[in-house]
């Protein structure tokens, strides 16, 4: 049968498809979410926590432009961690323990009561276009005929026009979004044992891939894995150091403050592998699928398994475990750090091996997991691909890892979706607004050849990037598009200019030589001062800052913690700021050189072979763009931007 | 890389330092007559901003950073003579403000004028930069691209093979091994931020103190290295010293063939300092004469032996004059362990007046060799035996090989200079970053800084680098 219309089909409600619905569905759009199963909406397949370095970023980042993300998880959190907080603001990195099934409730939830929003457990089994010489008028549903597929013709223009399910019944719609994560073609793997599954034992989506393949969609086959799930009851935790969380909660949410969210807390456990655990390991390797050539599928270096930190870190004589809960609702408890494919009688063993784990109960096995995904590099920024006229895709089927990639990517799917079928400007954030750029310009520019993580030191402006300012960042482009409330925008414009008034104050306010100053001075260990000196250049001093001078700051206006803590940073790190704001206008420039999609690449004369293959697969939207892909020289961005006359 | 599309200004030598009597350097850019009046001085005393368009202007080139250390006694140095002509957008070749200096001092005062104007906020222009500049200005038409392209593509190429080419194995070998240094670090940093809780940086910055100090001295002798090219180009700045009528003048005079210093018998003739231009072969000596160093209570003189020591200083070469009927005293061994440090020549002058059957109280050899360790010649600067064996020394001290100097050299010289001194700067604020207890996070910034840096000159780009490292070395996650 064929439904009534919508406007976004979104594929999958992972973490991904979430943002992505929700996204859709507040911007106006009549939405429709399709899951395998509605019992595993916003899942956590593997690690049971939310944020982490850099991870932490992009959840505040999408918190800030209207996603849901950051309050679930303040929401549904057990334990809330600041890291690095001995290292400077920029990788600050906000992680809470997430009770699962909290999660996933609650986002379930949010998701069940939000107008416009439909939930649907059904498989999709194609995605349905429509073929038009130059203009996309018609609204007659075409299945994708697999065989006589024709990509090469220019003047034909695919469009998205509803998409199909197993069952057999269409949905039309005038935009979709891919947000499958690891479940096309998923095939669970231990030891010689592997099922056709996605994680948990959910049902795997088999048909999609031949219908991304008959659309001209490259597909490409990525591994990911994930630990064994322990008994509580039978773990010796007297053999663990105890891992609290903080005792002053930071929110993920701009929207929340500290004292909504204090709660009892549960710790997390720390402890080793020793040389027993490597030598079983190392025994058994031969029957491990990922040495054997059982697995195809690239895993990512950044998470590798136990047995394959043993064998490439072969001088390292013992490697961290730590064991979280994974919710207040179950006794199983997440071996972090013990990722496995190895049969089930050595991951017995290996798992027995650690002190604490001597008479370890497994409840659930580690596997890897192998699954198809898309070649990002077909995507617009914009996330939408450039062959085929309203499809989108985000998520770990554009080739990253994460629940945090994944819903960041998400809500941009989800809103230049909205946006394009509103006629408004897309959201393209670039690598100076935020992670979400760095994120998604790494994805759509560089050819990932593993699952792609969000690490600080991909970000080249993260000190303008920090956890702590996302809200300053972005807030303007949430209001924008619709995302974010009036009331929250203004908050977050007065907020910028509460700071500004401040440094402004604090770079014209000068203390002498009196006794209280010195005093103070004195008692900070901080060099005598012989004349007069601003309050900005105090805050400068390493052993000084916003909040240790206060008492000598007579003047000083009455300023929120977090608002204060900006006004810290600013004046503090300001030479590395102003260095990095400066590389930023430089990186501005060439972003502002554009590059029309329609550009041929082979009237240019002079450019190398390999470049112009690059650049015509890629098509990159800018020249800044272009002189990132790799294979392109800077010596052929010069004869780009002549060419171009720019 | 992205320097490349500013507007900035740059600056080349056009004419093709054929040794003609005339060379032209040309400055395009924003920043042409801001450039251009920090190094001239026109006799009409105008600004360039008050100089009509198109009017050609006579007037000197100067050096006022010369000698920074000692303002006091030293005016600026002029350079030149030149003609400079003033054109202000859009009315220039490559429609932007346009300075062209027509100068006339051959191959090294020329290489000098340029070397002022990038000093001053210019940037060497790349191949063809002047053209496409002309081109993306609209100045010439867009079927003239492809020709462009063209320029750019080949002397690119060509740039970059030159420079690769024209490092020495052993300069690119440790510019390679101080990349791989930084990268290690800079890997170790980032993993410990990504992963904090399986990668400690207790007690980083304390271990790698030295090493980052060890990197600076490194990359302190890379720019001398490059310096022996500038002496090349520029000359070697040596300076002649030696107790009073030692006959350090008349040695000036036999290396110049000309009575350019006043010569007499009287001890402590030379109170000013003389600076002259010697060039044999492809080796140019700038020769500084200096006041006989001597205890003196004669107030002028006073000054001129200060001055003598300062020079001393700065000087690439020193010629340390002996009267070899004298013989070397206690006060010529006191000079010589005061510039110890210093690439020397022990010269044992009038040998001329030695007596047939002269016994003179310490040979030359011996003073070369034992007292003073440092290399030493006989010779007679009346008679001019032994000079041309100065020469061949000199030679010998400064260039081991053959030398090469070709416009190229200069370019890619000129260029690596900077590189190397600006990742220099790097890990100085590194250095510094660490004494005042910055976070590790800040030092990345600039280690990367070098590291990016360091790879222009060995024509290598950073893309994945620094992830692919910390995949590599380190040990991540769950």
Known sequence: MIYEDYDVAVIGAGHAGCEAA???ARLGLKTIVFTVSVDSIAMMPCNPNIGGTSKGHLVREVDALGGEMGKNIDRTFIQSKMLNTSKGPAVHSLRAQADKKEYSASMRKILENTDNLTVRQDEVAEILVEECQGSCNGTELKTQNTENENNTDKSVIKKVNGVKTTSGNTYPCKAAIICTGVYLKARCIYGDVSHYTGPNGLPAANSLTASLIALGIDVRRFKTGTPARIDKRSIDFSKMEEQFGDEKIVPFSFENTSEDLERDQVSCWLTYTNEETHKIIRENIDRSPLFSGAIEGVGPRYCPSIE????????????????????NYTNEMYISGMSSSLPEDVQYQMYRSVPGLENAKIVRNAYAIEYDCINATELYPTLEFKNISGLFSAGQSNGSSGYEEAAAQGIIAGINAAMKLKGEDPLVLDRSDGYIGVLI????????????????SRAEYRLLLRQDNADLRL???????????????????????????????????????????????KSLGSTELTSGITLAELIRRPELSYFSIAPIDKKRPEIDETTAEQINIELKYEGYISRQIKQVEQYKKLEKKKIPADFDYDKVPSLRIEARQKLKKIKPVSIGQASRISGVSPADINVLVVFMKM | MLDRFNNDTIAAICTGLTGSGINIIRISGEKAFEVADSIFVGKSGKKIAEMRNFSVNYGYIVDKSYNVDNVDNLSEETVDEVLLMKMQAPHSYTKEDVIEIDCHGGIIVTKKILGLILKNGARLAEPGEFTKRAFLNGRIDLSQAEAVIDIINAKSNLALKNSVQQLKGSVKKKIVEIREKLISKTAYIEAALDDPEHISLEGFTEENKNEFEEIAKDLKKLVDTFDEGRLLNEGINTCILGLPNAGKSSLLNALLNEERAIVTDIAGTTRDILRETVVFGDVVLNIIDTAGIRDTGDIIEKIGVDRAKKEAENADLILYVIDLNEGINNKDLEILEEIKDKKTIVVYNKSDLLPENGSVSLNAENAGNGSTGKTAITLSSKTGEGIEELKTMIKTLFYSGSINNSEDVLITNERHRELLSSALRSINNVINAVQDNVSEDFLTIDLMDAYETLGKIIGESVEDDLADRIFKDFCMGK
């Open chain 1, 308 to 327: 394959d930190k043993v064998m490439r870190f072969a001088d390292k004589d013992r490697h961290q475990v730590f064991i979280e809960p994974e919710g």
């Open chain 1, 441 to 456: 310009d790494d994805l759509v520019t560089k050819e990932t050849s593993e699952p792609y993580r969000m690490m600080t």
């Open chain 1, 22 to 24: 929700l996204a859709c």
């Open chain 1, 475 to 521: 807030s303007k482009y949430g209001y924008r598009v619709g995302l974010l409330s009036k009331e929250r925008y203004e908050k977050t414009v007065e907020k910028q200019r509460i700071i500004d008034a401040e440094i402004e104050r604090l770079k014209n306010t000068s203390v002498g030589t009196s006794e209280n100053v010195l005093e103070l001075l």
